[in-house]
């Protein structure tokens, strides 16, 4: 490709101009970027060719789909630089040419097509499948907007379009030829040919699927896999008669129509338009990946014998769970088998990974939308369900019906995907637990071998070569490079640090990072940041469950001390990030309520010099990359058994950060790997919480009234505290103590300050502390998204001889 920097060079000047008729000289840093992005895509592009090739030749090599509603890649131009070796000799020869190649990044959008964890362990995945050369493509939707743009208004949270695809995104390859049609609505006409039935489907309203790719650049080999993105086109063309007769809006009205079912991300479902078009884009990227994969499949196979043995296709929570009927459909009403032939075939195609226990998410759609929207998949959903509760074996009978998939006139997307999936997993070890024994207790009984656990792991390749380049040059020097292809070896760490102390270079690493993101929160915010203090990071989804509130009232009640009582504290700043879903108001509350903290916090001079709060917005994929290395703590305070399994905590980690937290989700894995000194475990455990859910025992009013801190810090959300209306945070106020707290943190807020005031200890002594941040990164690999793949290939999918 570029054999060096001088090579590099011709081929980018020479390019610029190509494409931009333009001088470099005279180019934007857009039209920079834009180019060298269209370099490296001729390389991509190649590559996918070959690959794709190789495969066929292989035999047509067995392939893993991964089928996700998101997947949030984050800003791919640095980490396709590094997967292709490449990263030197452009860095080198852009300086060469007077370019920063961070400037180039800066440029560069962060798509944001997901809304938090699972969009991003979906990209972590696709990056570890194509870093452990595991054939793989991942099914998705191309939204137009993807999740929304957050800004912060007078302390709230404002929605904005995303316009991520304004100016082009120049890593996807449209693939028109691969458009797929797509059919909604109508009706299901039987006819008895010969001996069997045929269900022909009439009058439905097509659509086209047109399908973006966007290569995986493997780390260090040629081999490219990528992720396949559904965009709605109108299949009827331009409505010209319409347009002919003056009827200008009727002629873009159906357009219009169509291509809303790839503008937005979770469209707000809190009305059954919402529901219906969040349906609709389940069905079509579903449907669309499912045929493009049997086409492929045809064009390489005479039968379908072995479509187990070529594809596997995870589905990744509900969403995709149409997989299920919409396969069964395929091969009946298209390929002519029969049931049972069928059925065996989607369910050893099939696995299922649960991430949450929440009901919220464990969707369920009215019975009346999937039959009028999907007549033809709705027979097939019933014909799934009376098998299975008919076929039941007397003893099992009650349970199915207990569990059968349509109750109550909705249909039960979760039980579907368990009984349709060869596999269903959980993403920790503490939460496949809770799915066996609580969330599928009864399906579990039923299939108990279907059921196993995968803990999530993340990308190192992203969250720490890329995103901490200090810590990564001081490892190589440490301990080698070893651990950047195989990251479990980060442990000769902890071997080395035996003989000598690491604990100042680790300081000196982590003050940089703290340095760089001072820096950002100076521009972005004007706010000043002591460097000095420490770094106390909460960022993820603001949620009720992850306690962002606990955070505040912990803050809140500091505040009060430093104020009133001349308490001294180690400076510290609190720093949060995070979206709330549009509908969900509490959570909006929670952010305007850090935000009003902030400003009282942060202009008061008597305390300002120990404590600031800030509230970054639009949090990101980069955002995040600057603030993980940044941290001294990771907060990671949920209510125990609520976290599936977070990732946010093993990117701190990874980044040498001390975790504050519940034995909830993976902390529980990370607590077990570094044991309990090396870090500040609190709360309720999750047989506790779940004890009270079931047969309740907690007062949160007798709680408050016992702790006098506590109370004050409550009391402040409405006492004037804040300049607000004071009736602002009445709502918050009233969960917590009329509506006894259904997040238990009045419950567990005395004992998260006091894992606050071991902290705070612990921080004084520098080289007690560097030594736990040490045992933290040498733990870190194991949740390396690279051995979580290699589980789910080990286990389920067995792409890998
Ligand atoms: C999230 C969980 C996290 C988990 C990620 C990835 C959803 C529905 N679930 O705990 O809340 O880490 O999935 O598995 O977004």
């Not at 595991?134 to 957050?150: E, K, N, T």
């Not at 008895?192 to 650049?217: C, G, M, R, W």
């Not at 007798?702 to 006098?708: C, F, L, R």
Request: proline content about 2%; glycine content about 6%; hydrophobic content about 35%.
């Amino acid at each position: 490709m570029f054999e060096n920097k001088e090579n590099f060079k011709e081929q980018y000047l020479e390019r610029f101009k190509e494409v931009t008729g333009e001088s470099f000289e005279e180019g934007s840093m857009q039209e920079k970027y834009n180019v060298l992005a269209s370099l490296i895509m001729k390389y991509a592009g190649t590559y996918m060719a070959d690959t794709k090739s190789r495969m066929d030749q292989d035999n047509n090599q067995k392939r893993v789909y991964y089928f996700s509603m998101e997947f949030l890649i984050g800003k791919l131009l640095i980490m396709n630089l590094h997967n292709m070796g490449i990263y030197k000799i452009v860095g080198d020869g852009l300086k060469d040419l007077g370019v920063d190649i961070r400037d180039l990044e800066n440029i560069e959008v962060d798509p944001g097509l997901g809304h938090g964890g699972l969009g991003r362990l979906a990209a972590c995945f696709m990056d570890s499948l194509a870093f452990l050369n595991i054939p793989a493509v991942g099914m998705g939707l191309r939204y137009r907007y993807g999740s929304f743009q957050q800004k912060i208004v007078d302390g709230q949270q404002i929605e904005l379009p995303n316009r991520w695809l304004h100016n082009g995104y120049p890593w996807e390859i449209k693939k028109s030829s691969k458009s797929e049609i797509i059919k909604f609505y109508g009706n299901v006409k039987v006819e008895k040919i010969e001996d069997s039935l045929q269900f022909i489907h009439e009058n439905y309203e097509a659509v086209t699927a047109v399908p973006y790719d966007i290569p995986q650049i493997d780390f260090d080999s040629d081999d490219v896999n990528y992720i396949r993105l559904w965009s709605a086109e109108n299949a009827y063309g331009f409505d010209l008669t319409s347009f002919n007769n003056g009827d200008y809006l009727q002629a873009v009205k159906n357009k219009a129509n169509v291509e809303a079912i790839t503008h937005v991300l979770y469209p707000n479902d809190s009305n059954y338009n919402g529901r219906l078009l969040r349906l609709k884009q389940q069905y079509f990227f579903v449907s669309a990946g499912l045929k493009s994969i049997i086409r492929r499949y045809q064009s390489n196979n005479d039968d379908f014998d072995k479509l187990a043995d070529k594809i596997q296709i995870q589905i990744n929570d509900t969403h995709p769970s149409l997989v299920i009927p919409e396969l069964m459909r395929i091969l009946i009403d298209e390929e002519g088998f029969d049931w049972d032939y069928s059925w065996n075939l989607v369910t050893n195609v099939c696995s299922y990974t649960n991430h949450t226990i929440l009901t919220e998410a464990l969707e369920k759609w009215p019975i009346e939308m999937i039959e009028k929207l999907l007549p033809r998949v709705y027979l097939i959903i019933e014909e799934i369900n009376r098998r299975f509760v008919e076929n039941a074996l007397p003893i099992e009978k009650d349970k199915k019906m207990r569990n059968s998939i349509l109750r109550d006139g909705v249909v039960h997307m979760a039980n579907l995907a368990v009984i349709g999936s060869k596999s269903v997993n959980g993403v920790s070890e503490l939460h496949s637990d809770i799915i066996k024994n609580e969330t599928f207790k009864e399906l579990y009984e039923l299939y108990p071998w279907k059921f196993n656990s995968k803990t999530n792991g993340v990308s190192h390749r992203r969250f720490l070569m890329k995103a901490n380049p200090y810590l990564r040059e001081l490892l190589n020097e440490t301990i080698g490079d070893e651990w950047e292809k195989e990251a479990e070896k980060l442990k000769k760490l902890e071997k080395y640090s035996q003989g000598k102390d690491l604990s100042e270079e680790l300081y000196n690493a982590k003050r940089k990072n703290k340095e760089r993101l001072a820096k950002y929160i100076k521009e972005k915010q004007n706010i000043d940041i002591d460097v000095d203090s420490i770094f106390d990071i909460h960022i993820k989804r603001i949620h009720e469950y992850k306690r962002q509130l606990m955070n505040v009232l912990h803050i809140i009640h500091l505040y009060d001390k430093i104020k009133h009582e001349g308490m001294e504290i180690h400076p510290r700043t609190f720093i949060f990030s995070g979206k709330a879903a549009p509908s969900y108001n509490i959570a909006k509350k929670i952010i305007r309520l850090i935000n009003s903290l902030a400003d009282i916090v942060n202009n008061d001079k008597k305390v300002n010099k120990y404590l600031k709060v800030v509230f970054l917005e639009n949090f990101s994929v980069s955002l995040a990359e600057l603030l993980y290395p940044a941290a001294d703590v990771s907060e990671q305070i949920s209510t125990a058994s609520k976290e599936a399994s977070g990732t946010g905590n093993m990117k701190f980690m990874m980044n040498g950060a001390l975790t504050v937290g519940t034995l909830d989700g993976a902390n529980v894995e990370i607590y077990e790997r570094v044991g309990e000194d090396n870090i500040f475990i609190f709360g309720l455990k999750s047989e506790e919480v779940i004890n009270y859910y079931n047969n309740g025992g907690y007062c949160s009013f007798d709680v408050y009234n016992s702790n006098s801190d506590l109370k004050n810090a409550v009391n402040h959300l409405v006492d004037g505290f804040f300049y607000e209306d004071i009736g602002e945070f009445q709502e918050i106020y009233d969960n917590l103590i009329t509506h006894n707290d259904t997040y238990f943190v009045i419950k567990d807020f005395e004992a998260y300050m006091k894992a606050q005031k071991e902290i705070e200890k612990t921080y004084r002594d520098r080289k007690l502390w560097f030594d736990k941040v040490l045992k933290n990164i040498a733990e870190s690999g194991y949740f390396s998204s690279d051995r979580t793949i290699k589980d789910y290939d080990r286990e389920i999918w067995k792409v890998k001889k």
